[in-house]
């Protein structure tokens, strides 16, 4: 069974420009969540959402930042414009309601901006 | 509000030493436990989990056992290899919220 599935891998921009990162969770899961990774700020939640409905977005950090998922299997996280420090890696995660709330979590995308 | 401490690292160890991680907890209700591992260059993978108090989940030769008496889930192999460097999160779930709260990661080092 194919696990979580993000794109790009890697990502590198100049600041201004937009940015779209990918997800694709897990078939049958009904929660998805967005994470940003750095070394100073660690591991923090973005939003998430259950049944393609944003539930909560209070991480996100600003309205640069914007989430979608317009069907149970694609999910977009878009930055624009972006600017340096949002270079961190960026991971997407989802979940089963049947299951004791263990979430799966894809690769990551590393986003530079420079 | 519910939250997890883990010790600080990171923590250094030689091939075939002892493993312990310590993970405390704050949580109302009974939150299911877990310990997810991130190698370098990856995402973060669950390694073991336990739904309620006494529980043991166990992976690959690490164990962790949720103590609701000391609001514990300590990590520990008895055996440590050069591949279990890396960082290992404890988390907890909030149910009120459906989400997870994870501890600040304790990077761990083996050497061989």
């Known amino acids: 069974d194919a696990g979580v599935i993000q794109s790009p891998r890697h990502e590198v921009t100049e600041m201004g420009q937009e940015v779209t990162l990918r997800c694709k969770p897990i078939s049958g899961h009904d929660y998805l969540f967005w994470y940003r990774q750095t070394m100073m700020r660690g591991l923090e939640l973005l939003i998430y959402?259950?049944?393609?409905?944003?539930?909560?977005d209070s991480g996100m950090p600003e309205d640069r930042f914007s989430a979608k998922m317009p069907n149970a299997s694609f999910s977009t996280l878009k930055i624009q414009p972006s600017e340096p420090r949002d270079s961190a890696v960026y991971f997407c995660?989802?979940?089963?309601?049947?299951?004791?709330?263990?979430?799966?979590f894809g690769p990551g995308t590393r986003l530079t901006v420079t | 509000g519910n939250s997890v401490t883990q010790m600080e690292g990171p923590v250094t160890l030689s091939e075939e030493a002892f493993l312990t991680i310590n993970c405390t907890y704050t949580a109302t209700g009974y939150p299911s436990l877990f310990w997810y591992v991130q190698y370098p260059g990856e995402g973060l993978q669950l390694l073991l989990k336990a739904t309620k108090a006494d529980d043991k989940g166990s992976n690959k030769g690490f164990e962790a056992t949720y103590r609701k008496e000391t609001t514990s889930f300590h990590l520990e192999k008895g055996s440590v290899q050069v591949s279990d460097s890396a960082v290992y999160f404890c988390a907890l779930s909030d149910g009120a919220t459906n989400k997870l709260i994870f501890g600040t990661g304790t990077l761990l080092a083996v050497q061989p």
């Open positions: 995660a989802s979940r089963a309601t049947r299951t004791s709330y263990e979430q799966y």
């Open positions: 959402f259950n049944n393609n409905v944003p539930i909560d």
